[in-house]
């Protein structure tokens, strides 16, 4: 879908509604979509775009506090981070 157009330079995960759509319950640690983000960042590094995920859903706005916004950023070795406000 992303070599659809050479203007496409990155794709973003949509967690909750991934979620929505697989019929799977969210858990605390976000663990049902490990699967899901290896293989997203697989295929986004295959059709030569930037993969781009958010650790912090909507669902999830107050990203669970300070400690587990960290685990999470270090988790993907601070590639990633979200404003808890």
């Known amino acids: ?5 050479t203007h496409v330079t990155a794709a973003l995960i949509a967690s909750e509604d991934t979620a929505a759509d697989l019929g799977t319950a ?16 697989v295929e986004c590094r295959a059709a030569g775009v930037e993969a781009i995920d958010c650790l912090c859903t909507f669902r ?7 400690r587990a916004l960290r685990e999470e950023c270090r988790s993907t070795r601070w590639r990633n981070a979200c404003s808890p406000r």
Do not use: H, K, L, N
């Open 1 to 5: 879908m992303v070599r659809a157009s």
């Open 60 to 66: 999830d706005a107050r990203c669970r506090g300070r």
């Open 26 to 41: 969210r858990t605390r640690t976000g663990e049902e979509f490990a699967y899901v983000r290896a293989r997203f960042v």
